[in-house]
């Protein structure tokens, strides 16, 4: 498919790297016995159980690596989505399709909000963040359109949304470079 040119490679380079060995489990086998007669029970159980226990906020605060490994998680979440809508994408058609880029969508669109969670980020990593928001938001648009654009039956509206995503795509791969720049961390960061 012509929409899946820059996505669809991705999963081929995800699944080449995915492809490993898979441990040989040992069959076991059991023989149960029973002697005695079978015997029927009846519980009737009533249980109402109410917990309210108070909310819990831990601060974590992250030192400039911690803070660029959790960038990279955010990172790679995004590439992981792009995977996942690239698999629909080869697989998938009409609802099924729409349903798949919409779930992909909104799991990507909740990643500036762990960005977020992340404080106040370390000297360093303004470029990285903004390219990372941007890509963030060109993926969850694309993807939305694509899932109209896949109900709606629309092959030039489809191909258009994917060309959205794959910007996003070169996008946050500007975005990996200025993350590892910014992971060389000043002695101030």
Known sequence: MAHTSRVGGVVALFLVAACGGSGDAAPSTSAATTTSPPT??????????????????????????SYGEAMKGVAQSLLYQTFDAAAALERQQGDQLADSLLAVSAEIGRLSGEIESLGEPFAGYDEAIALMLQAIEMDEEGFAAASEAARADDQAALDAAIATVDEGFLVLMDANVALATAQECSPEG
């Open 40 to 65: 029927t029970l009846a519980v009737t159980t009533t249980l109402a159980v109410t917990t309210t226990l108070p909310p819990t906020t831990t601060t974590v605060v992250l030192d400039c690596d």
